[in-house]
T-cell receptor
Framework: GAVVSQHPSRVICKSGTSVKIECRSLDFQATTMFWYRQFPKQSLMLMATSNEGSKATYEQGVEKDKFLINHASLTLSTLTVTSAHPEDSSFYIC??????????FGPGTRLTVL | GNSVTQMEGPVTLSEEAFLTINCTYTATGYPSLFWYVQYPGEGLQLLLKATKADDKGSNKGFEATYRKETTSFHLEKGSVQVSDSAVYFCALRAGGSYIPTFGRGTSLIVHP
């Protein structure tokens, strides 16, 4: 089956620093990747959709200058949380979809901002 | 718009008990329906899916039947195990969109 990895799985950083999270599709080419945020005991909130080689489409209310998304290749997308603050602490999950649009989810990244 | 409603949890059961987690939906057109499972500290995994009315999705002893007349996709398992403890999300895709609409998730806790 299709495998999506995320790195790192956990990250702790100081307030004001930037953090980069990688999402890779390991055995298929992902034409589209998605970034979600999950608050404790809540569902997933779609943050943005990115297509390889083009700018990401952000959902309403998501700051594009704070959450920078790069989709440089068909197997890699990155989410950079810039100038992170404690309220950015969350579980970030990516998913990747191939030509058939079936989404496969990564294992998630736990971000803690001190 | 599209929406998914799941029963509130947590659902607490003893091992080998019967499980039902209710899910109903509102959607335009004919959605595809999904159940995802999230184990503690992990991302989502697709558990099962059904793409048209009366289809039954099944995997790992879990089943769900796409009921168009009641707009439901309830998840069932005849005998749960401790290892089934997780959060279960019902979701749909509709209207040609490839972005799922998720329910809020239902936590399942299975005691030995």
């Amino acid at each position: 089956g299709a495998v999506v990895s995320q790195h790192p799985s956990r990250v702790i950083c100081k307030s004001g620093t930037s953090v980069k999270i990688e999402c890779r599709s390991l055995d298929f080419q992902a034409t589209t990747m998605f970034w979600y945020r999950q608050f404790p005991k809540q569902s997933l909130m779609l943050m943005a959709t990115s297509n390889e080689g083009s700018k990401a489409t952000y959902e309403q209310g998501v700051e594009k200058d704070k959450f920078l998304i790069n989709h440089a290749s068909l197997t890699l997308s990155t989410l950079t949380v810039t100038s992170a603050h404690p309220e950015d602490s969350s579980f970030y999950i990516c998913s990747a979809a191939g030509w058939d649009n079936e989404q496969f989810f990564g294992p998630g990244t736990r971000l803690t901002v001190l | 718009g599209n929406s998914v409603t799941q029963m509130e949890g947590p659902v607490t059961l003893s091992e080998e008990a019967f499980l039902t987690i209710n899910c109903t939906y509102t959607a335009t057109g004919y959605p595809s329906l999904f159940w995802y499972v999230q184990y503690p500290g992990e991302g989502l995994q697709l558990l099962l899916k059904a793409t048209k009315a009366d289809d039954k999705g099944s995997n790992k002893g879990f089943e769900a039947t796409y009921r168009k007349e009641t707009t439901s996709f309830h998840l069932e398992k005849g005998s749960v195990q401790v290892s089934d403890s997780a959060v279960y999300f019902c979701a749909l895709r509709a209207g040609g969109s490839y972005i799922p609409t998720f329910g809020r998730g239902t936590s399942l806790i299975v005691h030995p």
